[in-house]
């Protein structure tokens, strides 16, 4: 009799360290917020008072021989542990239904009809002291199982097929883990049910139970990989997982998507890197707004909330009432480490796949840049065509080079005389019958993000050197062709044998391409670009900055790296013929680029009197509509010949 009683406690005693670890695990990381989070709980405290009930009962039947008030403990423990351990099965049904979103597709009275076994289970239950239905002891004070504890695990079955049901109706839109997880659950807790029911003597239901569920603590409810530790929200794979899963669920999900525009500004200006910080410190106000459960952190300058919501709802969440109090916030500073801090947002409201039609498009509209020519601070509904835009613009992009939809053009550069010819400088284009002439402002930064710039540029580069191959250039007195060059391509580990290697294949002498780099003011790496230059440069090729004077090119990149030749952008010319300090501006360029031995190219020369400005200043180099716009090649020759 001893040995039978601690060989049952001995199960009982596993069970309870088991689910109290996991619940002290659960707490510890903070994983309680959720509705599955306490339903999960809820399971394991089943399990910790229900081993309780158990041990006692083991005691108290073993030593109600000597202890006579045992005999009425017994009465007391089987009942607490009927009363508890029912709920067992609506509690995993409820888990399931939330983890697999099986309720967004049902009306809310489906919540309350699934509850009535568990109602009826515990009137029996609160009624057996009187009926003996469930169970009793007989006089000889055996435990005895009624025909209402067959009712019960009926009853348990049933949430169990109900639950498996709606796993395997899921199983498409759900993470493989979980999937295999909550089988396991199934499996597990099935074997140790089915295994005290009919041999009553092996104690295994609750042991079972406590295993389960501590293989869904390190599956479904651990997290670690779909969290942002630092921030305390979801993270970008989170993002995409969460929406792919709403929309297979046919879902509408309203998404609030927040950007700050000057992150990188902020961290120039301070010289330190506030970002974490400062997304810790919106994630915390974003809290008070929405559960924790719809906010998303998908890239280092922005904050996202889905929000959704279905037939059965009667009314949707205040979508552009919470985008308004997200703006509100920002009009007033956020305290940084002790700093006033004044970030500037764009919120977008959008509704998927309303506005938006899929997760590929609710990533541009998270990770693109917003057009300069919304001037909406919160963006919905017709303020989202630019990304419907985007979308289409891809799509083109992305066929462009194989239907042959990229064309190079030719924009002339003068000599200082406005007469001899010095050059051309190469751009790209690229034609859709759909959406007409797409200019590079627009699908450069799209072809960057998705990984076609290195085949457009390369494209560009052999156009150019074909045409350099003709002669005709050169029969046309040109003295290079300027190539476009962005500081990432420089970048490349390859970059420096990968063009020399295209332009050798033709034959051609280095000297006459003239690679033009725009220098980002975020490009921190000089010693690399610079060497970069220094290489290409001893092979033959000359170099241009671009863009001199647009914010974009800075002062340490003109002292640091070795320019044959300095644009300066159109905007500082147009602004001298506005007011006497933009002529200042002008003049002080120039005269700062000549002191340091470079030469000069001014774009934007539209009017004779521009050239003429120019001229007395020294300049070097013209290029402007003044001579001509971009034209195709074919152009080029015709226009070069009768000049």
Request: contains cysteine; aromatic residues 12%; charged residues 20%.
């Amino acid at each position: 009799m001893i040995y039978d009683m601690l060989f049952h406690i001995a199960f009982y005693c596993a069970a309870f360290l088991v689910s109290l670890t996991t619940i002290v695990f659960t707490k510890l990381q903070k994983r309680t917020d959720l509705v599955q989070n306490r339903l999960f709980l809820l399971m394991n405290y089943i399990v910790i008072i229900n081993s309780l009930t158990c041990i006692c009962t083991e005691i108290f039947e073993t030593f109600m021989g000597q202890v006579p008030i045992f005999s009425k403990c017994i009465l007391v423990s089987q009942f607490l542990y009927f009363f508890v351990h029912i709920a067992i099965a609506p509690a995993l049904y409820n888990y399931v239904m939330n983890v697999t979103d099986s309720f967004s597709f049902r009306p809310p009275i489906i919540k309350y009809v699934g509850m009535i076994p568990y109602i009826i289970s515990e009137l029996f239950v609160l009624t057996n002291p009187l009926t003996g239905y469930v169970y009793y002891y007989n006089e000889n004070m055996q435990f005895v199982r009624g025909w209402a504890e067959v009712m019960i695990y009926l009853f348990s079955l049933g949430y169990m097929i109900i639950a498996t049901g709606c796993l395997l109706l899921s199983w498409n839109t759900m993470r493989k883990r979980n999937r295999y997880a909550l089988l396991y659950f199934f499996c597990i807790t099935l074997f140790g049910v089915v295994m005290q029911f009919l041999y009553i003597g092996i104690k295994s239901e609750l042991f079972c139970e406590g295993l389960a569920l501590m293989g869904l603590m390190l599956t479904v409810e651990n997290e670690d990989d779909r969290l942002n530790t630092v921030i305390g929200v979801y993270n970008r794979n989170a993002l995409r997982m969460d929406v792919s899963h709403l929309l297979a669920k046919k879902h509408v999900i309203n998404v609030i998507c927040l950007k700050i525009t000057n992150m990188d500004a902020i961290n120039r200006i301070t010289g330190l890197s506030y970002t974490d910080q400062i997304m810790v410190e919106i994630s915390d106000f974003l809290k008070t707004l929405v559960d924790r459960s719809s906010i998303y952190h998908p890239n280092p300058e922005s904050m996202v909330l889905v929000l959704k919501y279905d037939r059965f709802q009667k009314g949707k969440k205040d979508v552009l009432g919470i985008a308004k109090r997200i703006y509100n916030r920002f009009q007033s500073e956020w305290t940084i480490h002790g700093v006033p801090i004044k970030l500037t947002p764009v919120v977008i409201a959008a509704e998927v796949p309303t506005n938006i039609n899929g997760i590929d498009s609710l990533m541009y509209m998270i990770d693109g840049p917003v057009p300069d020519d919304i001037d909406n601070t919160i963006l919905t509904h017709d303020d989202l065509q630019f990304l419907m835009r985007r979308s289409a613009v891809e799509e083109v992009v992305s066929k462009g080079l194989a239907e042959g939809k990229f064309e190079v053009y030719y924009q002339p550069t003068y000599c200082t005389d406005g007469v001899k010819l010095h050059g051309a400088e190469a751009l790209i284009r690229l034609h859709d019958k759909n959406l007409g002439e797409l200019y590079p402002d627009e699908f450069i930064p799209i072809a960057e993000q998705t990984g076609y710039i290195d085949d457009i540029d390369d494209f560009v580069l052999h156009q150019v050197c074909a045409f350099i191959k003709t002669g005709e250039p050169k029969r046309l007195g040109m003295d290079c062709i300027n190539v476009n060059l962005s500081v990432l391509q420089c970048m490349r580990d390859d970059f420096v044998s990968h063009i020399i290697g295209i332009v050798e294949s033709y034959g051609i002498p280095k000297s006459f391409i003239n690679f033009e780099i725009t220098e980002s003011v975020s490009a921190s790496d000089y010693n690399l670009l610079s060497d970069v230059i220094r290489k290409l440069k001893e092979q033959g090729f000359q170099f241009s900055m671009d863009d001199y004077g647009t914010g974009y090119s800075n002062m340490h990149s003109l002292f640091s790296l070795d320019f044959d030749i300095v644009k300066i952008d159109k905007s500082i010319l147009w602004d001298s013929d506005k007011s006497e300090r933009g002529q200042i501006i002008l003049e002080s360029c120039i005269h700062m680029i000549k002191q340091m031995k470079r030469k000069i190219l001014v774009e934007g020369v539209e009017t004779k009197s521009h050239v003429e400005k120019l001229k007395a200043l020294g300049v070097d180099f013209y290029q402007g509509y003044y001579f001509s716009k971009p034209i195709t090649k074919t152009q080029l020759l015709d226009y070069c010949k009768a000049g």
